[in-house]
């Protein structure tokens, strides 16, 4: 039987808020959000009652005082990296688990220090001296047990080789982070990861299924995730400065394009290309404008010259649309840094024993088209969340990740099922829907309509279903937006959706 892989695993407690607030614990009473709920909170809110996944109310209702600041992962991850760089210089072959969250093997480490625990408080010196005193090290059989070990009370824990069944028996069954598996467990009465590894794998396998399998085999100490080394990093950013500043678009791209050709070729000998940039620009006043990028494939020179360009249009018509500021005058681009955010094995990437697919002949035909016409003449559509046809479409510009504002999978009452019209009216064009005396239908406040519809559009209607009730945020002061839906097919077997709004009719889209 193999050993099993010893592991250690760095922890910083708060990391997000740490990023946040820029500097080391204690903080004051604060708390990140996203999308209503909180996601982290300080050790000085917690005394409070504050807790990550209450709303946002509830939280300030416990702490009328607490601080609210939205959570922005990128943020975590830009400030982990020098962490993961100073822990490599002591130990090579870190592995990012997620911000504030480090793993690598114990093995080489320990050697070097004569013990897993002496490895353990060395690089936790190392991290104070640097301003962490805050971290906790965990040191066991697998990564798993290992972060659990990290976010004890102490410092550092070392759980003994084959002991990690036993150390990790009396951990609630929460810690195995599935709220479906263990909210059942516990109305079964099972409550601790020991009660839980009682049970018998096959009458976990055959309740639980696989996943379940898993969740008991990590409750027994049984991990059997691989770990993989971090690589260090290349040295693959590059920046230019200027004697003067430079305020026309075109002479910054003309100026940018040796730059981009040293990222290129730090990327070749790297043996790795770019699927995301960052592109920073600073101006004649010092302030610093940076926008990340993303690529279908990966970038090449020409790609990352038109990215500056891009982003020089687009800061321009910014600063166009702003008030005017002698202070603040926009004079023009002092340097510009490229900065390659994530990369992937260039052989991913070559093309096929006989030339380039389909879709890279197609990406190319693209990007030349959005080169002359602008970063927003071409785009792709992707399906977000929301009730209304307008909101659950979202148009992103060719090379970018569509990113829909709204989840598509939450709930949405109200929202229009599948399928979806072929054709959406952005906006919402007006609309004839009239009975057959020629008079136009209306709606009561039961949903009630006055007369069947006869015409739509100048056109006889063939068949209709409906209306189904609208209203959204009803608590703002206007009483939000709120219509009735039908679905009209006339006599040229077109199908509509149409809603009435106050006294018209409008029609959202049109199926095909």
């Not at 070097?112 to 301003?131: F, N, S, T």
């Not at 046809?389 to 829909?404: F, H, M, N, S």
Request: aromatic letters at 6%; hydrophobic letters at 40%.
């Amino acid at each position: 039987m193999n050993a099993p892989l010893r592991v250690l695993v760095l922890w910083f407690p708060d990391w997000p808020l740490r990023a946040a607030l820029g500097g080391p614990p204690p903080h004051p009473p604060t708390a990140l959000v996203q999308a209503g709920t909180i996601v982290a909170c300080t050790a000085s809110a917690r005394e409070h009652g504050v807790r990550t996944g209450q709303r946002r109310r509830i939280a300030q209702g416990h702490l009328a005082s607490l601080r609210v600041l939205p959570h922005d992962p990128a943020r975590d991850e830009r400030a982990f990296l020098p962490v993961l760089q100073l822990i490599e210089k002591h130990a090579p072959g870190v592995t990012l688990l997620r911000p504030g969250l480090a793993i690598l093997r114990a093995r080489g480490i320990s050697r070097y220090h004569g013990g897993e625990a002496e490895a353990a408080a060395a690089l936790a010196a190392v991290l104070a001296e640097a301003g962490l005193p805050e971290v906790r090290i965990g040191v066991a059989d697998g990564p798993f047990t290992a972060e659990i070990a990290a976010r004890g009370r102490d410092a550092c824990t070392v759980v003994p080789p084959g002991r990690s069944q036993e150390f990790l028996a009396p951990y609630p069954v929460q810690v195995l982070r599935d709220e479906q598996i263990t909210g059942l467990l516990v109305r079964l009465g099972v409550r601790t990861l020991g009660e839980f590894t009682a049970l018998a794998p096959l009458d976990v396998r055959d309740r639980f299924g696989e996943h379940g399998a898993r969740l008991h085999a990590l409750a027994a100490g049984a991990d059997s995730r691989p770990l993989i080394p971090r690589p260090p990093d290349p040295e693959l950013v590059r920046n230019i400065e200027f004697e003067s500043p430079l305020g026309g678009t075109d002479q910054v791209a003309f100026a940018v394009r040796q730059t981009a050709d040293a990222v290129l070729l730090a990327l070749g000998d790297a043996s790795v290309v770019c699927t995301e940039v960052r592109i920073d620009m600073t101006d004649d006043n010092g302030a610093v404008f940076s926008r990340t990028w993303l690529h279908p494939t990966c970038f090449d020179a020409s790609d990352l010259v038109d990215r500056v360009r891009w982003q020089l249009e687009a800061l321009a018509g910014e600063s166009a649309k702003e008030p005017v500021d002698e202070a603040r005058a926009f004079g023009g681009i002092m340097a510009v840094r490229i900065v390659p955010v994530a990369v992937d094995d260039a052989a991913h990437h070559q093309p096929g024993l006989f030339g380039s697919g389909t879709d890279e002949r197609l990406h190319h035909a693209v990007s030349r088209v959005q080169t002359m016409l602008g970063h927003q003449g071409v785009v792709t559509a992707a399906l977000a969340g929301g009730r209304w046809l307008a909101d659950r479409q979202v148009l992103t510009p060719w090379g970018e990740r569509p990113v829909p504002p709204r989840d598509p999978r939450s709930p949405w009452p109200g929202s229009l099922p599948d399928p979806l019209p072929a054709e959406v009216f952005l906006p919402p064009r007006p609309i004839g829907v009239l009975a057959a005396d020629g008079t136009t239908i209306s709606i009561d406040e039961r949903g009630t309509l006055s007369q069947e519809p006869a015409r739509i559009d100048g056109v006889d209607v063939q068949g209709w279903a409906g209306p189904w009730p609208v209203h959204e945020r009803r608590w703002t002061p206007g009483g939000g937006r709120r219509g009735h839906r039908l679905q009209i097919v006339d006599d040229h077997d077109r199908a509509w959706l149409v809603f009435r709004a106050g006294e018209r009719w409008w029609v959202e889209g049109r199926y095909r």
